[in-house]
């Protein structure tokens, strides 16, 4: 016999404590974060070959692909998916 789910989801959790938001948007960043550096390993692209071809600095890119910094702008992240071969694609939702 299957046991039937008890309690509240997750994200009801915490919408409830109003952590939903923060949670999500670090989701996101990870998840951007992560992509990038795969394809920039999968395509042998050195974090300063990287940092070049985005007309940026290394220390820039270095924030863009850590997980936890969400101060990376929306044109950042443009840059770097243009040199991967990608584009940014935002929804509301």
Do not use: C, W
């Amino acid at each position: 016999m299957k046991k039937k789910h008890l309690g509240e989801t997750l994200d009801s959790f915490l919408d409830k404590e109003g952590l939903l938001e923060e949670a999500t948007d670090e989701a996101i960043k990870r998840i951007l974060a992560f992509q990038i550096h795969k394809a920039m390993e999968k395509q042998s692209i050195s974090k300063a070959e990287m940092a070049k071809r985005m007309e940026t600095s290394r220390a820039a890119l270095d924030r863009l692909l850590a997980p936890e910094n969400d101060s990376v702008t929306l044109a950042t992240l443009k840059k770097a998916a243009r040199v991967i071969g990608k584009k940014i694609r935002l929804e509301l939702v």
